[in-house]
């Protein structure tokens, strides 16, 4: 299970650290895509797996279907860990995400996510507030 919280920088090349605590779990490479919220997903690859089969059950016939599958399948990329525990994120993810320096790397059970600092700030400053409404919202006990 992925889980916690990291701060890393991204270099000019597009470089970013992946924590020690994630590698392990991620694997040599893993699957990075567009998230929602501003951020990124990334996956293992048994994670991703899954996920595609339930992408491939959506209806061909229905317009969001097709344009969700579409915008997340064309800019996910596998990513390989380096020997420095480095990924090379591409361009068109950075720009997706807004990554420029201060990044944000947080374990979501089963992907990580990327930020940058300041979405990541602004979202959780905004989630705190209203925690205890999403949570009674979705009706959870524990």
Known sequence: MLMGEF???IDSKGRLIIPAKFREQLGAHFIVTRGL???LFGYPL???AI???KLKALPLTKRDARAFVRFLYSAATDC???KQGRINIPITLRTHASLEKKCVIVG???RLEIWSAERWNKFTSETADNFDEIA?????DF
Do not use: A, F, P, Y
Request: charged share 30%.
């Open 7 to 9: 701060t890393h920088t």
């Open 37 to 39: 919220d501003g951020c």
């Open 46 to 48: 048994n994670e991703w």
């Open 51 to 53: 996920l595609e089969q």
């Open 80 to 82: 390989e860990i380096d």
């Open 108 to 110: 979501v059970s089963n």
């Open 136 to 140: 009674e919202d979705l009706n959870i």
